[in-house]
Nanobody, 130 residues
């Protein structure tokens, strides 16, 4: 069992930046099984969108086209942490942001869906004003 807690959300002006963090906790067996971590977002009336994923074993990353070049996913020195640096934020980035972890990493799916997600956090709100 893994529990995920996101933090770092808030309100910013268009063009601003935020860094989201996610910490995973749980029993050692479950934590050691984590193969990949990712970030998602969902705005009211819209479907959940996968933004970025990282393979914890090798560091490979994939991004959605909507955030490529603006957002960066990276793992902390503590391997149970993952971050999302968000730059050049725009009002359309306003959403609830979620982190997730999975135990299976695909070698052929080269997108945020490369991670087979199992555990999800409860989200942190990001609001970007124009």
């Amino acid at each position: 069992q893994v529990q995920l807690v996101e933090s770092g959300g808030g309100s910013v002006q268009a063009g601003g930046s935020l860094e989201l963090s996610c910490a995973a906790s749980g029993n050692t067996y479950s934590i050691n099984k984590i193969a990949c971590m990712g970030w998602f977002r969902q705005a009211p009336g819209k479907e959940r969108e996968g933004l970025a994923t990282i393979y914890t074993g090798g560091g490979s990353t994939y991004y959605a086209d909507s955030v490529k070049g603006r957002f960066t996913i990276f793992q902390g020195n503590a391997k149970n942490t993952v971050y999302l640096q968000m730059n050049s934020l725009a009002p359309e980035d306003t959403a609830m942001y979620y982190c997730a972890t999975g135990d299976v990493w695909s070698l052929v799916i080269r997108s945020p869906n490369a991670c087979d997600y199992t555990y999800w956090g409860h989200g942190t709100q990001v609001t970007v004003s124009s």
